[in-house]
């Protein structure tokens, strides 16, 4: 849902959604470091104060079939404007998993930042670029694990049937 004070520019919508997606699951020490010296020095007004709720996620058959309620995830959101309520400085939003009220804050401002040309570059390369490493990280660690976990069914069921000479009977 669009809100009157939401940048509509086609190509910062789609920016804007990559780097939301990044400061959900950005790791909240990499968050504190970098966005909390902002929260200290700017002033922040609240629109929605960090609360925790329940969304229904939604899963398809196979990847590509018919949509299903998968079940209930709790998930924490909040939005505040940066500097005064004057209309034109910026309004971070974030929704997080979890209950979180603290890393929903960083990430809202954080979003917020982001819109400001004057720190959109610095926070790309001390925040974005090092959330996506981590993430990658993340994600070969458990592609690692469930490649541990892999049977090779082909070789199971080539030595259950091979006789005593190796020949398949």
């Known amino acids: 849902m669009l809100h009157k004070f939401d940048n509509t520019s086609p ?3 789609s920016i804007r959604k990559e780097w ?3 400061l959900a699951r950005a790791p909240n020490a990499l ?3 970098i966005v909390g010296p902002h929260i200290e020095s700017t002033q922040t007004r609240w629109l929605r104060r960090p609360e925790t709720g329940l969304m229904m996620i939604q899963a398809r058959v196979g990847g590509s079939g018919e949509r299903f309620n998968l079940g209930e995830v ?3 959101r909040c939005a505040l404007r940066l500097g005064e309520m004057d209309g034109a400085s910026p309004v971070g939003v974030s929704y997080v998993l979890g209950r979180d009220h603290k890393q929903a804050q960083l990430a809202a401002v954080a ?5 400001d040309a004057t720190h959109h570059g610095d926070l790309e390369v001390k925040l974005l670029q090092p959330v ?3 993430l990658k ?3 070969s ?3 690692a694990r469930a490649q541990t976990t892999k049977v090779d069914f082909f070789t199971v069921a080539r030595e259950a049937s091979s006789g005593e000479d190796g020949e398949l009977s």
């Open 11 to 13: 190509e910062f919508t």
């Open 20 to 22: 939301m997606a990044l």
């Open 31 to 33: 968050l504190d470091d």
């Open 74 to 76: 709790t998930v924490t």
């Open 111 to 115: 979003d917020a930042l982001l819109q």
């Open 132 to 134: 996506r490493q981590f």
């Open 137 to 139: 990280q993340k994600q």
């Open 141 to 143: 660690t458990q592609d």
